[in-house]
């Protein structure tokens, strides 16, 4: 099964862009690359997910490797709300994501 | 926006009892899943299902059964709980069968004690 590897945590200042990376040597062709997030004592949220080319949207941007095997979330502007767990995730064919244990982001204000 | 509401947010049992946890949705999803939460070993499958009726053992089903009825409902049952059971749970759905990627929408979360 393909997996991911992020760092434990990570801290960031207020209002300054974050580089959340993540690895995934294993992705197979036809597996698509999520991200979510988890805020404390809610169940996780949805962010951003992409298959090979970056994308965008109003919470978040996702940079995709060329190969694939890595990728990185990037918040614009960290505000205290976006301290989080963030996951990186694949999800193969048969349905499944598998989620590791995730970033937990420290925002300094 | 989706609405995936679990009917507990804390829940105490004891060892031995039969625990029912319910998550409905309200977005007509064909897809719905059960994880647990365990610190540092991050959300772990326990089973999942992709129409009424239908089942699918997840990475750790042992000691876990589940029930579909309803399009909308997805129950996850501990036939008699013990303390490694004791954990935060979460339901999730998702659209089904249309490709690989279409997002999870998730609950709060029951946080189960087993006593």
């Known amino acids: 099964d393909a997996k991911t590897t992020q760092p434990n945590s990570m801290e960031s200042n207020e209002e300054e862009p974050v580089h959340l990376p993540c690895n995934h040597s294993t992705i197979s062709g036809t597996d698509y690359i999520h991200w979510y997030r988890q805020l404390p004592s809610q169940g996780p949220e949805y962010v951003i997910h992409?298959?090979?080319s970056n994308v965008n949207n109003r919470m978040a941007s996702l940079a995709i490797a060329e190969d694939r095997k890595s990728s990185t979330l990037i918040l614009h502007r960290a505000t205290l709300r976006d301290a989080a767990v963030y996951y990186c995730?694949?999800?193969?064919?048969?349905?499944?994501?598998?989620f590791g244990t995730g970033t937990s982001l420290t925002v300094i204000p | 926006d989706v609405k995936v509401t679990q009917s507990s947010r804390y829940l105490v049992k004891r060892t031995g009892e039969k625990v029912f946890l319910e998550c409905v949705q309200d977005m007509d999803h064909e897809n719905m899943f059960w994880y647990r939460q365990d610190p540092g070993l991050g959300l772990r499958l326990i089973y999942f299902?992709?129409?009424?009726?239908?089942?699918e053992k997840g990475d750790i089903p042992e000691g876990y059964s589940v029930s579909r009825e309803k399009k909308e409902r997805f129950s996850l049952i501990l036939e008699s709980a013990s303390t490694n059971q004791t954990s935060m749970y979460l339901c999730?759905?998702?659209?089904?069968?249309?490709?690989?990627?279409?997002?999870?929408?998730f609950g709060d979360g029951t946080r189960l004690s087993i006593l």
């Open positions: 992409g298959l090979t």
């Open positions: 999730a759905s998702s659209l089904g069968w249309t490709g690989n990627n279409q997002p999870q929408h």
């Open positions: 299902s992709y129409d009424v009726k239908m089942k």
């Open positions: 995730i694949l999800r193969d064919p048969g349905n499944q994501f598998y």
